[in-house]
C-alpha cells in the first residue's frame, strides 16, 4: 500500500515538473523573441538586405542581439539598397520570327572563294 502511494506522489510529482518546465521555457521563449524584435537593422539604411553582407558598417553585429542600440542606425531612406529588391537588369527581347539577313548565299563561295567544286 506505501508502495502504491509512493509510485503515485513520484510519477504526480514528474508530471508536475515536466508543465513547471514547459511553462518556464515558454515564458523565456518569448522574452528572447519580444528582444529580438528590438532589433532595428531591418529599418536601417545601411541593412543590404543581401544574406552574404547584411550591414556595410557593422556586419558581425548586423540582425542579432548586438545591434540594439547601434549608434550608426539611420532611418530607411527611398533609395537604399535594401528598398530596391526585385529590380533586375532588363532581359534582351527575343524575337518570336526567325529573321533572314542576307538570302541567297553561296555556302561554297562563303567558305573558300577560291576551291573549285564539282
Do not use: E, I, M, V
Given at each position: 500500500m506505501l508502495l502504491t502511494f509512493l509510485?503515485?506522489?513520484?510519477?504526480?510529482s514528474i508530471v508536475i515538473l515536466a508543465i513547471g518546465s514547459f511553462c518556464l521555457m515558454l515564458n523565456k521563449g518569448t522574452k528572447h523573441l519580444k528582444k529580438l524584435h528590438d532589433v532595428p537593422c531591418s529599418g536601417c539604411d545601411f541593412f543590404t538586405n543581401d544574406y552574404r553582407l547584411k550591414c556595410t558598417i557593422h556586419p558581425y553585429k548586423a540582425c542579432s542581439e548586438e545591434a540594439i542600440g547601434c549608434i550608426d542606425f539611420e532611418m530607411k531612406t527611398d533609395n537604399c539598397n535594401s528598398c530596391q529588391k526585385?529590380?533586375?537588369?532588363?532581359k534582351l527581347a527575343i524575337c518570336s520570327k526567325p529573321t533572314i539577313l542576307a538570302a541567297n548565299i553561296d555556302y561554297k563561295q562563303?567558305?573558300?572563294?577560291?576551291?573549285?567544286?564539282?
Open positions: 509510485c503515485a506522489f513520484c510519477a504526480w526585385g529590380q533586375r537588369k532588363p562563303s567558305f573558300a572563294p577560291n576551291a573549285k567544286y564539282n
